[in-house]
Protein backbone atom coordinates (compact mmCIF):
# COMPACT_ATOMS: atom_id res chain seq x y z
CA UNK A 1 0.00 0.00 0.00
CA UNK A 2 1.30 3.70 -0.86
CA UNK A 3 0.28 6.73 0.31
CA UNK A 4 1.20 10.03 -1.08
CA UNK A 5 2.17 13.55 1.40
CA UNK A 6 2.84 16.73 -0.02
CA UNK A 7 2.58 18.39 -3.31
CA UNK A 8 4.70 16.12 -6.43
CA UNK A 9 6.58 18.47 -8.87
CA UNK A 10 6.36 16.14 -11.88
CA UNK A 11 2.87 15.05 -11.68
CA UNK A 12 -0.73 15.55 -10.04
CA UNK A 13 -1.40 12.94 -7.55
CA UNK A 14 -4.18 11.37 -9.73
CA UNK A 15 -1.54 10.68 -12.10
CA UNK A 16 0.32 9.20 -9.65
CA UNK A 17 -2.35 7.16 -8.08
CA UNK A 18 -2.52 5.67 -11.77
CA UNK A 19 0.83 4.93 -12.49
CA UNK A 20 0.86 3.04 -9.03
CA UNK A 21 -1.94 1.08 -9.87
CA UNK A 22 -1.04 0.60 -13.59
CA UNK A 23 2.32 -0.97 -12.01
CA UNK A 24 -0.02 -3.62 -9.79
CA UNK A 25 0.05 -1.29 -6.48
CA UNK A 26 -2.35 -0.03 -4.05
CA UNK A 27 -2.98 3.17 -3.44
CA UNK A 28 -4.11 4.65 0.32
CA UNK A 29 -5.57 8.20 1.23
CA UNK A 30 -4.57 7.59 5.12
CA UNK A 31 -1.74 5.43 6.69
CA UNK A 32 -2.03 2.79 9.05
CA UNK A 33 -0.19 -0.10 9.99
CA UNK A 34 -0.37 -1.54 6.48
CA UNK A 35 1.05 0.93 4.86
CA UNK A 36 4.46 -0.22 2.76
CA UNK A 37 5.72 3.53 1.61
CA UNK A 38 4.65 6.94 1.93
CA UNK A 39 6.24 9.14 -0.89
CA UNK A 40 6.63 12.80 0.42
CA UNK A 41 6.42 15.62 -1.75
CA UNK A 42 6.79 19.58 -0.42
CA UNK A 43 5.60 20.90 2.66
CA UNK A 44 4.00 17.07 3.82
CA UNK A 45 1.00 17.31 6.14
CA UNK A 46 0.57 14.68 9.31
CA UNK A 47 0.64 11.78 7.22
CA UNK A 48 4.66 12.04 7.17
CA UNK A 49 4.23 12.01 10.78
CA UNK A 50 1.99 9.10 11.20
CA UNK A 51 4.69 7.88 9.32
CA UNK A 52 7.39 8.68 11.20
CA UNK A 53 5.43 7.28 14.53
CA UNK A 54 4.87 3.58 12.57
CA UNK A 55 8.39 3.31 11.43
CA UNK A 56 7.00 3.44 7.85
CA UNK A 57 9.46 3.57 4.72
CA UNK A 58 9.34 6.72 3.48
CA UNK A 59 10.94 8.46 -0.06
CA UNK A 60 10.92 11.82 -1.48
CA UNK A 61 9.69 12.02 -5.29
CA UNK A 62 12.94 11.67 -7.21
CA UNK A 63 13.20 7.83 -5.20
CA UNK A 64 9.61 7.14 -6.02
CA UNK A 65 10.09 8.23 -9.66
CA UNK A 66 13.45 5.78 -10.04
CA UNK A 67 11.23 2.95 -8.23
CA UNK A 68 8.55 3.37 -11.05
CA UNK A 69 11.26 3.42 -13.63
CA UNK A 70 10.61 7.28 -15.06
CA UNK A 71 13.95 8.84 -13.82
CA UNK A 72 17.52 8.02 -13.82
Known amino acids: MVVFTGALKSMTRDEA ?3 V ?5 KVSN ?3 RKTDLV ?5 PGSKYNRALQLGIRM ?3 EEFLKLV ?3 G
Open 17 to 19: KAL
Open 21 to 25: EKLGG
Open 30 to 32: SVS
Open 39 to 43: VVGEN
Open 59 to 61: INE
Open 69 to 71: GLS
